[in-house]
């Protein structure tokens, strides 16, 4: 990682209101991404966890992709939005945008989104795809 981009991220996670945990799950023999050791390395009110199998995404082949959430420290399960491998990029700022918001007890939608799904009769999944670049 870059020097200026690891003081970017650096800065960012100082800002976190709560320790929180980033949860690697369902691919427990994958090996820490280097981009998420340094992100690790930079706040040390940041923990891993591993989640299990059960928690992975049911469309993806079992144990091959390594499912990215986070929670607040105490909790004993990832919460919210998941990430298949870990994110870079721009997608690495909408994770730590994601996990000061979740340390903060605020949410990143639109008023008009969060009006939405409070409309909802049942559970939903939503799924958002991208890739680099």
Do not use: H
């Not at 369902?26 to 280097?34: D, L, M």
Request: aromatic fraction near 6%; charged fraction near 20%; avoid cysteine.
């Amino acid at each position: 990682m870059i020097e200026a981009r690891r003081r970017m991220l650096s800065a960012a996670l100082s800002e976190l209101a709560r320790p929180a945990a980033i949860w690697m799950i369902g691919a427990a023999q994958a090996a820490v991404p280097s981009d998420l050791a340094e992100l690790l390395s930079l706040q040390p009110r940041l923990s891993l966890r591993e989640g299990a199998q059960k928690d992975a995404d049911p469309l993806l082949p079992a144990g091959r992709y390594p499912v990215y959430g986070m929670s607040l420290a105490q909790e004993p399960a990832a919460r919210g939005n998941r990430f298949v491998g870990f994110p870079t990029g721009f997608s690495l700022d909408a994770f730590v945008d994601e996990l000061l918001a979740l340390t903060r007890g605020a949410s990143l939608s639109s008023p008009l989104a969060r009006e939405t799904l409070r409309r909802l009769q049942g559970r939903v999944r939503v799924r958002v795809y991208t890739s680099p670049g």
